[in-house]
């Protein structure tokens, strides 16, 4: 492919990916990387060197090919926020990162993210939870949280289907669902919006296909459905429903149900099979809480996952911690949960270890492992000595508060010293 103004490296080999889907990756792959807005421009640089650090330390070569989203694609594709390369660049090199791009209010498109995730159908937001030692959190102990969470991508209210008060369309839904369909009087009169919530069997099945790999791949314990099939049944139990089913048409041998578990079992699972749950939502925003290692790898409709995702990552230690990953078919695209965050952007100040540990589920699932591990234990090594950037330091005590790029070459260090 031709990029119009997208560098691609001299060096360095294509990941492509065999008819499974799974990736194969040679030993110095191009990936595609994008800064990102804001605060982008101090985490991307610093995710960048420890990454490499980390190839490097266990004899690999990341080719960097910078492509643009946002406030860098507007200078340099005419006001373009994401051209066609940054796109074919993904879809090209498979694997990717990116840091948080900003979302003007009110600037007439909803969101980059959402559109770079609708546009490579990367169906479900994947974000690891677990405690890194000597990061303050609000909880007693944090370290028993050790949870992966499957948000699906695409469906849901967020699949944009709404009607703004006031509209003739509004009217005409109002209209329709109340004489065609026969819900008279459930909603009230006056000015009204509404939304639609599609919750499909394709879209659920595999998301937690999906899952369900992932926990046989990391030999994880058991998959739980969180959702409110209790009050919306057709969508949410439908989730549920269609969760266990393709457990049971797709992973026969290496899935049972929680009720398996208690009947032919006794509570306790063979070697090697993950117990499929399902808990209602709102019971499993207090459960992460009281009993937080009963969970582990978890599968969500997207608004519970939205919802779930972001109190699991509080408990571990917030936003400038909590890295994610958008996964497709074949496609993979790391990105940190927090946002571009434009008062400190340009300041070398925030903490990067939300993006490197993004760019860390990246290194995993190229199953290159042992760079993972290092990336992890690095991060983990910089702050429980206290090295830390101004979020952390002004929770503990003690703390050397460091730049965003002092906290990045700590990291490197530790990673050479650790390999
Ligand atoms: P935000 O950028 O995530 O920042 C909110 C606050 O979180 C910051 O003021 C800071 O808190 C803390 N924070 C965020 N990142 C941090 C880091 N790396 N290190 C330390 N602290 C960090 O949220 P926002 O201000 O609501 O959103 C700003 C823009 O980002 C919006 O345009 C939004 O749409 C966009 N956004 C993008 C993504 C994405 O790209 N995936 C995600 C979310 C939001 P303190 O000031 O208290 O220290």
Do not use: C
Request: charged residues 30%; aromatic residues 8%.
């Amino acid at each position: 492919m031709a990029y119009d103004k997208v560098e691609v490296p001299e060096e360095g080999e294509k990941i492509t990916v065999d008819d499974d889907d799974e990736f194969i990756v040679p030993d110095n792959p191009i990936i595609p990387i994008i800064h990102g807005d804001g605060i982008g421009k101090d985490v991307g640089p610093a995710a960048q060197k420890v990454l490499e650090a980390a190839a490097e330390a266990t004899g690999r070569e990341i080719n960097w090919m910078r492509v643009y989203a946002g406030e860098s694609a507007r200078e340099r594709y005419d006001g373009e926020n994401l051209p066609e390369d940054t796109l074919e660049a993904f879809k090209e090199f498979k694997v990717g990162i990116k840091g948080p791009l900003t979302t003007p209010v009110g600037a007439g498109f909803r969101s980059l993210n959402v559109a770079l995730r609708k546009k490579l159908d990367l169906y479900t937001n994947m974000r690891p939870t677990y405690h890194l030692d000597g990061v303050p959190s609000p909880v007693k102990a944090p370290e028993k949280m050790d949870m992966v969470n499957f948000r699906e991508n695409t469906e849901d209210v967020y699949a944009g289907i709404e009607w703004e008060a006031g509209t003739d369309e509004v009217q005409q839904v109002k209209e329709f669902v109340e004489e065609e369909m026969g819900f008279d009087a459930t909603i009230h009169d006056g000015p009204v919006g509404i939304g639609v919530k599609p919750i499909t069997e394709f879209g659920t099945k595999r998301l937690v296909r999906q899952a369900i790999k992932y926990a046989i791949a990391n030999d994880r314990d058991s998959v739980t459905l969180v959702h409110k099939g209790n009050i919306m049944k057709f969508t949410e139990g439908a989730f549920r429903d269609w969760g266990y089913e393709l457990a049971a048409e797709e992973f026969p041998e290496q899935t049972i149900t929680e009720d398996e578990l208690w009947e032919e079992y006794d509570g306790e699972a063979p070697e090697g099979v993950v117990v499929m749950k399902d808990r209602i939502a709102d019971n499993m925003l207090q459960q992460i809480l009281t009993r937080t290692e009963q969970y582990d790898v978890l599968a969500m409709p997207n608004l519970n996952g939205d919802y779930l995702s972001d109190a699991a990552g509080a408990q571990i230690g917030g936003l400038g911690i909590a890295p994610g990953a958008n996964i497709g078919d074949g496609r993979l695209l790391a990105e940190p949960v927090h946002g571009s965050a434009p008062k400190y952007a340009g300041e070398d100040k925030v903490n990067p270890s939300a993006m490197i540990l993004s760019g860390r589920i990246m290194l995993d699932q190229i199953g290159w492992h042992d760079a993972a591990d290092l990336v992890r234990d690095a991060v983990e090594e910089t702050i429980s000595s206290k090295k830390v950037t101004y979020d952390i330091e002004r929770q503990i005590d003690g703390g050397e508060k460091l730049a965003t790029s002092e906290f990045a070459d700590e990291i490197v260090a530790n990673i050479q010293e650790l390999a």
